[in-house]
Antibody
Framework: EVQLVQSGAEVRKPGESLTISCKGS????????IGWVRQMPGRGLEWMGI????????RKSPSFPGHVIMSVDKTISTAYLQWSSLKASDTAMYYC?????????????WGQGTLVTVSS | QTVVTQEPSFSVSPGGTVTLTCGLS?????????PSWYQQTPGQAPRTLIY???IRSSGVPDRFSGSILGNKAALTITGAQADDDSDYYC??????????FGGGTKVTVL
């Protein structure tokens, strides 16, 4: 069974750093790109970017925040989203999702989401 | 910047049929945009319904179907049920590995 399991909810202050994770199982992790989707409170879904777990190549939305980094550790089948200096506007639910094989778009399986709250 | 457009809301009667569309602020949608569709209920993670225009995701009932209608991608729900009451989002591929979500359509079954 394909599963993407994300790390738990986080509360941080502005300026702090943060890393959230997404662990894949039940499939060959390096054969499928992983994407990240943001959903700010009361708003729609936003496509942030995707990363190839095999070689860490990324494709990012033009509006992808410059202080956010996608990364992956293929040895433990885990993708990460990292902030160097959080802002209040980073408050959102973040989902990871798997891109269907041989495509660069769309998602077929989703993580349960990680809620990030940034508040002083 | 090209915007992906969806109807803000739709109502459908139980057992009825509704077609949601996904367009572009400039230009026409074709299969080259690999449209995909997602269902989200409040407080839940999205669920994939359709990807690459008309490929139904695992476990999705065949009353959900995807197509290209005119110059837009379309999601048709046939025989609407109460638990179809959700938000529906489309994604279009813009090239070079970049995709964009539409603003979403709120479907009410009543």
């Amino acid at each position: 069974e394909v599963q993407l399991v994300q790390s738990g909810a986080e509360v941080r202050k502005p300026g702090e750093s943060l890393t959230i994770s997404c662990k894949g199982s039940g499939y060959s992790f390096t054969r499928y790109w992983i994407g990240w989707v943001r959903q700010m409170p009361g708003r729609g879904l936003e496509w942030m970017g995707i990363i190839d777990p095999d070689d860490s190549e990324t494709r990012k939305s033009p509006s992808f925040p410059g202080h956010v980094i996608m990364s992956v550790d293929k040895t433990i089948s885990t993708a990460y989203l990292q902030w160097s200096s959080l802002k209040a506007s980073d408050t959102a639910m973040y989902y990871c999702a798997r891109v269907p094989y041989d495509l660069l778009t769309g998602f077929d399986y989703w993580g349960q989401g990680t809620l990030v709250t940034v508040s002083s | 910047q090209t915007v992906v457009t969806q109807e803000p809301s739709f109502s459908v009667s139980p057992g009825g049929t509704v077609t949601l569309t996904c367009g572009l602020s400039s230009g026409s949608v074709s299969t080259s945009y690999y449209p995909s569709w997602y269902q989200q209920t409040p407080g839940q993670a999205p669920r994939t319904l359709i990807y690459s225009t008309n490929i139904r995701s695992s476990g999705v009932p065949d009353r959900f179907s995807g197509s290209i209608l005119g110059n837009k991608a379309a999601l048709t729900i046939t025989g609407a049920q109460a638990d179809d009451d959700s938000d529906y989002y489309c994604v279009l591929y813009m090239g070079r590995g970049i995709s964009v979500f539409g603003g979403g359509t709120k479907v009410t079954v009543l």
